[in-house]
T-cell receptor, first 114, second 115 residues
Framework: NAGVTQTPKFQVLKTGQSMTLQCAQDMNHEYMSWYRQDPGMGLRLIHYSVGAGITDQGEVPNGYNVSRSTTEDFPLRLLSAAPSQTSVYFC?????????????FGDGTRLSIL | AQTVTQSQPEMSVQEAETVTLSCTYDTSESDYYLFWYKQPPSRQMILVIRQEAYKQQNATENRFSVNFQKAAKSFSLKISDSQLGDAAMYFCAYRSAARDDKIIFGKGTRLHILP
């Protein structure tokens, strides 16, 4: 049982480049989410999904796209990278119902935009 | 919209002493769940403790306990007998009991353990 797997762990991009951060979970969780973590800002929700085919915006969605074609995968796309998107990105998943089950987090992706 | 506030960006405690981390939240819902997560330098997010809003009894996990005051919308974390391994960022999180609602985190408190 791998849990939540994020790839890559590190990435450096140039301004204007695009890329996709991958996230996969093998726990059959319906709820998945992406956060960015910046110093002094905590974890800010980018996008989330309550099931395949359903996505919604979080607190800081601009500049990012997501899709949820399967229960297992929830990729995050940066369409045109900007230095302000330099951050550590976390993917998380949990059971679908609003309940007391905690989120399972991936190990994070450190992304630098030059 | 729900919000979670951690008013202490950093705290320090002497090893073996007790420390309390504060968390307040704002919600109009009556049914929800609260969590404390720990993030050590390894960057992993680790669940420390959870509390169901419908339970009056405060949750306890070994040296970790909470003081849940529903009317005051307060959810503080008490760490007893602090150990060097407790040094980390601690995040408070709120989850609605509604099926389709998002999970919200506070900005975190960095805890230093002084030997």
């Amino acid at each position: 049982n791998a849990g939540v797997t994020q790839t890559p762990k590190f990435q450096v991009l140039k301004t204007g480049q695009s890329m996709t951060l991958q996230c996969a979970q093998d726990m059959n969780h319906e709820y998945m989410s992406w956060y960015r973590q910046d110093p002094g800002m905590g974890l800010r929700l980018i996008h989330y999904s309550v099931g395949a085919g359903i996505t919604d915006q979080g607190e800081v969605p601009n500049g990012y796209n997501v899709s949820r074609s399967t229960t297992e995968d929830f990729p995050l796309r940066l369409l045109s990278a900007a230095p302000s998107q330099t951050s550590v990105y976390f993917c998380a998943s949990s059971r679908d119902r609003g309940d007391n089950q905690p989120q399972h987090f991936g190990d994070g992706t450190r992304l630098s935009i030059l | 919209a729900q919000t979670v506030t951690q008013s202490q960006p950093e705290m320090s405690v002497q090893e073996a002493e007790t420390v309390t981390l504060s968390c307040t939240y704002d919600t109009s819902e009556s049914d929800y769940y609260l969590f404390w997560y720990k993030q050590p330098p390894s960057r992993q997010m680790i669940l420390v403790i959870r509390q169901e809003a419908y339970k009056q009894q405060n949750a306890t996990e070994n040296r970790f306990s909470v003081n849940f005051q529903k009317a005051a919308k307060s959810f503080s974390l008490k760490i007893s007998d602090s150990q060097l391994g407790d040094a980390a960022m601690y995040f408070c999180a709120y989850r609605s009991a509604a099926r389709d609602d998002k999970i919200i985190f506070g900005k975190g408190t960095r805890l230093h353990i002084l030997p």
